[in-house]
Structures are given as C-alpha cells and as structure tokens.
C-alpha cells in the first residue's frame, strides 16, 4: 500500500496490459458484427464482409499491439532510467 500512495512502482503497464486484452476482444466484436451485417457493413454482400472481417482482424489486431507496445516501453525507459540513476554515487 505504501508503495502505491508515493508512487515508486508504475501502476499503468498493468493498465496498458488490460486494456490491450480489451482491446482485442473489442477487434473480434466489431469483426463479427461487419461479417454478420450489424451496422455497416448490412448491404455488403457476404463476401464483402469477410473480407473486410478479416481485414479488421489482421490491423485491428496489429494496431492494437503496436500502440500497446509504444506505451510499455515509455514505461521500460523509465526503468532503465531509474535503474541508472540508482547507480549514481
């Protein structure tokens, strides 16, 4: 408890880890929902859809991880960071 109320150890990375999982699962529903017709994708033709579920799967994906990936290592240069500053005389 104490190291969360003076802020010496970094809460966010377990944030980030959670909302890139949310993220994901976000990217299949809205795959799902283009390839069953829900919203935009309602007078597309079948193949229409898949392909552009499939498309949402594969960079949706993608950029899902790519952004996750750029928060984590700001959070992995503060580390290192510290950890240099720790050895510091």
């Known amino acids: 408890m104490n190291n969360l ?9 377990k944030i980030v880890t959670v909302l890139y999982w949310l993220g994901l699962i976000g990217v299949v529903i809205t795959a799902f929902s283009t390839l069953f017709g829900f919203g935009y994708g309602l007078f597309a033709g079948f193949f229409q859809r898949l392909i552009y579920a499939v498309l949402i799967l594969i960079f949706g994906g993608i950029l899902v991880r790519v952004y996750s990936e750029l928060l984590i290592v700001i959070f992995k240069i503060h ?9 510091q005389p």
């Open 5 to 13: 109320l003076t802020l010496d150890n970094m809460l966010t990375p």
């Open 79 to 87: 580390e290192n960071l510290k950890k240099i500053a720790d050895r």
